[in-house]
């Protein structure tokens, strides 16, 4: 009896599953569309070492800028170096930094966006403070940063949320401004219910949709300005495979060897396509109004 019933749970679930997955693929393709492309950068990324490649920094200048081919996929570049293969370990690069500047921006901004939007005294200090940040443009703040400190990695990551979170903490502020004057807040206060419970269990999850969204476009904003300091050599160690270091090295020779800069360039449009497409799409999806729009 136990059995049945747990099938039939199963089966219920598995049926909204699909009707929901219905009315995804008819009111919002193209966030399908992205999740797809999203999903197999991801396996890429995770199964890069079963995928036909080699040591993505091995040189072998015998075979530099051989086109691509039955032998090299994508490819070599100007001193030997197998295209496919740091294409393919590059995504892990990306991957990793926007997902980790992503996750920590949404931390920091939901925490400090609270505070600031409820407590009027705190919100003077915090927004004082994001407006000098973002008062210094973003890339050179994220090059003064890793220059300081060499170019790890970790330390892409911690230079490019620094110049990042204090945009998600704007959203996030501007929606606690809205919610601390609704009923229901006004409601838990009157009952003695104290503040962090207040935040935690009524301001809070009426914040989620915005910072989901504005998440998706700072996970995109990063894997592009991660590129951007590769290309500029202030990013991660060039030995490092990354789309960005890899198109900077192909400028002297992009008239002989486009693939070396085309390839991963296309991968970088694909990958950022792909999330910014599930980005607009969750908008539309958790905005009331533009959902009653579209109906």
Do not use: C
């Not at 995928?51 to 081919?69: K, Q, S």
């Amino acid at each position: 009896m136990q059995e049945q019933t747990l099938t039939n749970k199963i089966t219920a679930h598995w049926r909204s599953f699909l009707v929901k997955l219905e009315w995804t693929k008819r009111r919002h393709p193209m966030l399908l569309v992205g999740i797809v492309i999203l999903v197999f950068m991801a396996l890429l990324a995770i199964f890069a070492p079963l995928l036909w490649t080699i040591d993505p920094t091995a040189v072998d200048p015998r075979n530099r800028l051989n086109a691509p081919g039955s032998q090299w996929w994508f490819g070599t570049d100007f001193i030997g170096r197998d295209v496919w293969s740091r294409t393919i370990y590059g995504t892990r690069v990306s991957l990793a930094v926007g997902f980790a500047v992503g996750a920590m921006s949404a931390v920091t901004a939901a925490f400090f966006g609270l505070i600031a939007g409820y407590f009027n005294t705190v919100d003077l200090v915090v927004m004082r403070i994001m407006d000098a940040i973002m008062s210094i443009p973003h890339i050179l703040l994220a090059i003064a940063l890793v220059s300081m400190v060499g170019g790890s990695v970790p330390i892409v990551i911690f230079a490019i949320w620094f110049v990042t979170f204090p945009r998600a903490v704007r959203v996030v502020r501007s929606s606690v401004l809205s919610l601390r004057e609704e009923v229901y807040v006004e409601a838990a206060r009157a009952i003695g219910a104290k503040t962090p419970r207040i935040l935690w269990y009524h301001v809070f999850p009426g914040t989620i949709a915005p910072l989901m969204v504005t998440g998706t476009l700072i996970i995109a904003g990063a894997i592009l300005t991660e590129a951007i300091l590769s290309f500029l050599g202030a990013g991660i160690d060039p030995e490092t495979p990354a789309w960005g270091s890899m198109m900077a090295d192909g400028r002297r020779t992009i008239s002989m060897a486009i693939w070396v800069v085309g390839i991963p360039g296309g991968f970088l449009t694909l990958t950022v396509l792909g999330i910014n497409m599930i980005g607009d799409n969750l908008r539309d999806i958790l905005d009331p109004k533009l959902s009653r729009s579209g109906s």
